[in-house]
């Protein structure tokens, strides 16, 4: 399926998505092309929040995205390898039965899953800025984000048949 269409499927049935994209099999090169999208995604909706901010402190805004582009596509990818290796090994402490590469599948397509909640929080950040708008979008979107997440690792660390 096309990777809007799982999106969409994921508000409806995360398990169902990570599951199926578990069954696919493992490829590693799946699972970082998920992630890479994911962060390049956070990093766009970054975009007009780091535009106000230059606009309002008169700071330079290409070194801004500068520091956001290294961040969110260089250090945020290592930092979540490592939150996904705890996730497993916090799962297996309460019986989770399922492999490395499930908990990253789980993490990262959470992350992918819920950017379209991540970009309007960019877009409200930008136009809006800080309030009670603001803290909404990012309430809504961590609250969809830890859904996506938690239903996808208990896909991930099911026993396998």
Known sequence: MPVTTDIAATYRGPGRVVRRLLDMGQREDRAL???????????????????????????????????????????APLL????????????????????????????????????????????VAGFVGPGPALQGVGILWLVVFG?????GLRQAERPTA
């Open 147 to 151: 859904w996506f997440w938690l239903s």
């Open 33 to 75: 092309a998920i992630l890479m999208a994911a962060c390049a995604l956070v990093f766009v909706a970054q975009m007009p929040r780091l535009a106000r901010e230059a606009h309002l402190t008169g700071q330079e805004l290409n070194m801004l995205l500068g520091g956001a582009l290294l961040g969110w596509l260089i250090i």
């Open 80 to 123: 979540l390898y490592g939150i996904a290796a705890l996730s497993h090994l916090l799962a297996r402490l309460v019986g989770g039965r399922g492999d490395w590469y499930g908990a990253r599948l789980a993490l990262f397509w959470s992350l992918l899953a819920s950017s379209p909640a991540l970009l309007l929080h960019g877009l």
